[in-house]
C-alpha cells in the first residue's frame, strides 16, 4: 500500500517540477548592451541580464545558447521570471538565471 502511495505522489510531484521554458529552441538572439535576450520556439523572449547573472555566467549562457542555435538542442531547465514592462526600448521580456541544455 505504502509503495503504491509512493509512486503516485512521485508520478504527481514530478509532473509539477518541469519548468515553464523546458524543451524549447532557440530562434534568435538580441544583444542591447551588456544583456542578451533570446527568442524561443515558442515565441517568448528570455532576457538575461549581466547585472543578475555576473559575467562569467552571461558569458557561459550565451555560449550555450548560441551552441543550442547551431545544433537545434532544445532547452532543459528554464525558469522565466515575470515579464520586464520595458528592456530596450521593448516590452515583455522574461529574466532568467537558470538555463541548461537537454539532451
Not at 523546458?22 to 527568442?39: E, M, R, S
Not at 557561459?60 to 548560441?66: G, K, Q, R, V, Y
Request: aromatic content about 14%.
Amino acid at each position: 500500500m505504502f509503495k503504491v502511495l509512493f509512486v503516485l505522489v512521485a508520478l504527481t510531484i514530478s509532473g509539477f517540477s518541469y519548468a515553464s521554458g523546458a524543451g524549447q529552441t532557440v530562434q534568435q538572439i538580441y544583444y542591447c548592451g551588456d544583456d542578451f535576450a533570446l527568442k524561443m520556439s515558442g515565441g517568448e523572449w528570455y532576457l538575461v541580464q549581466k547585472s543578475r547573472v555576473g559575467e562569467k555566467k552571461l558569458d557561459h549562457f550565451l555560449s550555450m545558447a548560441m551552441y543550442m542555435m547551431a545544433s537545434g538542442k532544445k532547452t532543459g531547465n528554464v525558469f522565466p521570471g515575470n515579464p520586464l514592462s520595458s528592456w530596450c526600448g521593448n516590452a515583455n521580456f522574461r529574466p532568467i538565471v537558470i538555463f541548461s541544455v537537454a539532451n
